[in-house]
T-cell receptor
Framework: DAGVIQSPRHEVTEMGQEVTLRCKPI?????LFWYRQTMMRGLELLIY????????DSGMPEDRFSAKMPNASFSTLKIQPSEPRDSAVYFC???????????FGPGTRLTVL | DQQVKQNSPSLSVQEGRISILNCDYT??????FLWYKKYPAEGPTFLIS?????DKNEDGRFTVFLNKSAKHLSLHIVPSQPGDSAVYFC????????????FGTGTQLKVEL
């Protein structure tokens, strides 16, 4: 029984480059969440989708960040252009519906040099 | 503005003793609280939750206590085991927020032999 799948697991890039993080939620889950983890701020919700529709993107830090969910089994988080302060671990999570338990993927560790 | 605070970044406990992890919140609209556990290189996993209509919820060795007047909750682990060594995140949500979780910064628990 596959859990939430994220790719890549590690990404090292240079400042100014475009970064795309990918997520495959658990099959049958209708809600998908993108989080960022940093030492200073812990886990922060960036954006979440319900039935592929973005519901709340108030946590997206800047216009450089964008997220899409073209279908129920795939989502992307894009950073363009990337900056060193974007270095963090990015988690994707999914749940059956908006009020159910969230299941997290293993995360993508992003390093922007 | 950290609405969920875990003021102890780390805690060390001997095997067999009680571990107590604390969490404070500031938003009066929060009415559902969760604890997640995270091992290195893995995503957080749900541990236990409590609704604001209760003041205690128990699941095996894990008990969560909620003090609404003090806006404080705690997670008790009895007895502590080496496998409990992980980062523990407190999270909160309100009925108006769907399943939008606000997380604390986490507490690293180390259970020593």
């Amino acid at each position: 029984d596959a859990g939430v799948i994220q790719s890549p697991r590690h990404e090292v890039t240079e400042m100014g480059q475009e970064v795309t993080l990918r997520c495959k939620p658990i099959s049958g889950h209708n809600s998908l969440f993108w989080y960022r983890q940093t030492m200073m701020r812990g886990l922060e919700l960036l954006i979440y989708f319900n039935n592929n529709v973005p519901i709340d993107d108030s946590g997206m830090p800047e216009d450089r960040f964008s997220a899409k969910m073209p279908n129920a089994s795939f989502s992307t988080l894009k950073i363009q252009p990337s900056e060193p302060r974007d270095s963090a671990v990015y988690f994707c999570a999914s749940s059956l519906d908006r009020t159910d338990t969230q299941y997290f993927g293993p995360g993508t560790r992003l390093t922007v040099l | 503005d950290q609405q969920v605070k875990q003021n102890s970044p780390s805690l060390s406990v001997q095997e067999g003793r009680i571990s107590i992890l604390n969490c404070d919140y500031t938003n009066s609209m929060f009415d559902y609280f969760l604890w997640y556990k995270k091992y290195p290189a893995e995503g957080p996993t749900f541990l236990i939750s409590i609704s604001s209509i209760k003041d205690k919820n128990e699941d095996g060795r894990f008990t969560v206590f909620l003090n609404k007047s003090a806006k404080h909750l705690s997670l008790h682990i009895v007895p502590s085991q080496p496998g409990d060594s992980a980062v523990y995140f407190c999270a909160a949500t309100g009925t108006g927020g769907g399943n939008k979780l606000t997380f604390g910064t986490g507490t690293q628990l180390k259970v020593e032999l």
